[in-house]
C-alpha cells in the first residue's frame, strides 16, 4: 500500500517535471514541436556525389536559403539545421563530403557509417558523375551493413544543374529515374539549385518523411555516439545560424 503511494507520488511528479520542461521556451528559439514531441528527433545525412556535382551548395541551400557560387572542394562539413517538416521539429546533421579525397582524410567508409540516410548527387550535363554514383552506392550499402544499425537506410537519388539542361544535359530524367531504380533509390529528383530554393528544401524535406515511415525510433544516443568520436574529432560542425 505505502509502495504503491509512493510510486504514484514518484510519477505524478515525473509527470509534472517533464511537462514543466515541455513548456519552458527552449534556448535558441527551439519551440516544443507541434506533434507533441518535447525534444526534436535527429537524421543524419550523409550528402555523396563527384567532386562539383553541387554538394556543398545544396546542403548550404538549404540551411542558409542562398546560393553561393563556389567553396573550396576540400571542405568537409558537418551542417546542423533545425527546422520544421510537417509541424515536427527536427535536427538535421548533414555531412557534405568532399567529391576529391585527400589521403589525410577519413575514409568513405568510417564517413558513411555514421550516417543514417543517403543523398547521391549527379550532375545532369556530366557523365562521369552518373557513372561515379555505383561505386558510391556500394561504398555506403557495405559501410552501412557493417554499422550494425537495424533499420534500411533511406537512400535519394538527385540530379543537379537542371538550369543548363537545355543546352548541355547529358543525362535523361528516364536515365535518372532508372538509375534510381537500380540503385533502390526511395527518392528521386532532379532540381537546381541554383535556381530553386525550394527543389533543394524538398530534397531534405521528403528525406525526412521517408526516414520517418521507415524509422519511427531513431538509433539510441550510444549506438550514434559509436560512429561519432573519429568523425566530429576531424570534421569542423557549422551550426546553420552560425553559416
Ligand atoms: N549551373 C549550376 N551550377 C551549380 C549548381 N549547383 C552548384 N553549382 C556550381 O557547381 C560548382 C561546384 O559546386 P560545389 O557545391 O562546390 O560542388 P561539390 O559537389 O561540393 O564539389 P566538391 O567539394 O569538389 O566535392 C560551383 O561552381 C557551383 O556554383 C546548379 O544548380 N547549377
Redesign the pocket.
Known amino acids: 500500500m505505502w509502495d504503491s503511494t509512493v510510486l504514484n507520488m514518484q510519477r505524478n511528479r515525473a509527470i509534472s517535471v517533464s511537462s514543466a520542461l515541455a513548456n519552458l521556451p527552449r534556448p535558441n528559439g527551439i519551440r516544443r514541436s507541434l506533434s507533441g514531441n518535447a525534444f526534436p528527433r535527429t537524421i543524419r545525412i550523409v550528402v555523396l ?1 563527384a ?7 545544396m546542403a548550404v541551400r538549404f540551411v542558409t536559403k542562398r546560393f553561393i ?3 573550396d ?1 576540400n ?1 568537409e562539413t558537418i551542417y546542423r539545421h533545425t527546422g520544421f517538416v510537417d509541424d515536427e521539429l527536427i535536427n538535421f546533421e548533414i555531412m ?1 563530403t ?3 579525397q585527400d589521403e589525410h582524410s577519413l575514409t568513405l567508409e568510417d564517413k558513411c557509417r555514421w550516417g543514417e540516410a543517403f543523398i547521391f ?1 549527379y550532375d545532369v550535363t556530366d557523365k562521369y558523375s552518373f557513372v561515379e554514383l555505383d561505386r558510391l552506392k556500394f561504398v555506403a550499402s557495405y559501410s552501412h551493413s557493417k554499422s550494425r544499425l537495424n533499420f534500411t537506410p533511406c537512400w535519394v537519388l538527385v540530379g ?2 537542371t ?2 539542361a537545355d543546352h548541355e544535359r547529358i543525362i535523361s530524367t528516364e536515365e535518372g529515374r532508372e538509375r534510381a531504380r537500380e540503385l533502390s533509390c526511395h527518392i528521386f529528383r532532379e532540381i ?4 530553386s530554393m525550394d527543389e533543394a528544401s524538398e530534397v531534405f524535406e521528403d528525406l525526412w518523411r521517408e526516414f520517418a515511415r521507415r524509422c519511427p525510433r531513431s538509433p539510441s544516443s550510444s549506438q550514434r555516439r559509436k560512429f561519432s568520436y573519429r568523425i566530429q574529432d576531424k570534421i569542423p560542425i557549422l551550426n546553420s545560424n552560425a553559416c
Not at 567532386?51 to 551548395?57: H, L, Q
Not at 537546381?192 to 535556381?195: G, I, L, N, P, Y
Open positions: 556525389g567532386g562539383g556535382v553541387g554538394k556543398t551548395a557560387g563556389d567553396y572542394p571542405l557534405d568532399a567529391g576529391q548527387v543537379n544543374k538550369d543548363l537546381s539549385v541554383k535556381e
